[in-house]
């Protein structure tokens, strides 16, 4: 049964930064495509960030490249989102998700590409 467990969310300043994490069981990322996507009020969820553990590749939106950083740790089968620099514009609900390579799609494309998701964790940026 494959299952993805978010946690790390909370409250920060602007500048600051907070670090998500994403346990997987029920499978083993290696032949699996992990995203983290994010949906703020009112808004579409987007994706934000999308690792691949086939190829090694890691993937970014234009809004946080340089400011976010994806990896995965393999013995403990979970992927984090490493968020520095925070800006009022990353508050939003974070998710992660999971699809097969064999369905990866191009980029981390969008967010009805993938079929396993984590519940969601709250990320606050204030002031």
């Known amino acids: 049964d494959v299952q993805l467990q978010a946690s790390g969310g909370g409250l920060a300043q602007a500048g600051g930064s907070l670090r998500l994490s994403c346990a997987a069981s029920?499978?083993?990322?290696?032949?699996?495509?992990i995203a983290w996507f994010r949906q703020a009020p009112g808004k579409e969820r987007e994706g934000v960030s999308c690792?691949?553990?086939?190829?090694?590749?890691?993937t970014y939106a234009d809004s946080v490249k340089g400011r976010f950083t994806i990896s995965s740790d393999n013995a403990k089968n979970t992927v984090y989102l490493q968020m520095n620099n925070l800006k009022l514009e990353d508050t939003a609900v974070f998710y992660c998700?999971?699809?097969?390579?064999?369905?990866?799609?191009?980029?981390?494309?969008?967010?009805?590409?993938?079929?396993?998701w984590g519940q969601g964790t709250q990320v606050t940026v204030s002031s």
């Open positions: 029920g499978f083993t990322f290696d032949d699996w495509l």
């Open positions: 690792i691949s553990r086939s190829d090694g590749s890691a």
């Open positions: 998700a999971a699809v097969p390579e064999s369905m990866r799609p191009s980029g981390c494309g969008r967010w009805h590409d993938y079929g396993y």
